[in-house]
Every structure is written in structure tokens, then in C-alpha cells.
């Protein structure tokens, strides 16, 4: 968990929303990869 960062869980992925902006080194050291569509930082759920 990171401060400031709720995630929200929508099928297979999860959704980092909140004060993101001043945390993109960490949620990227953490394997959460940017959607320029959506807009949102997001990471794949494994099985």
C-alpha cells in the first residue's frame, strides 16, 4: 500500500486512484503501468 492511493479492483486489474501523480516512480517500482486512454495507472491481476 501506498499513501495517499486507493485502489480500486474492476475484473482482472487493479485501479490506483487518488494523489497519484506525486507517486509514479512508486506505483511503476511496483509494476503498475500508465493508460493514456483512461488515464489511470493500473496493474494486471496473476493468477
Known sequence: M???ITY???DSFVVATGK???KKELLK???FK???DQKNWYKE???
Open 34 to 36: 500508465w493508460n493514456k
Open 20 to 22: 497519484v501523480y506525486d
Open 29 to 31: 517500482a511496483v509494476g
Open 45 to 47: 491481476l496473476t493468477h
Open 2 to 4: 501506498i499513501d495517499g
Open 8 to 10: 480500486q479492483h474492476h
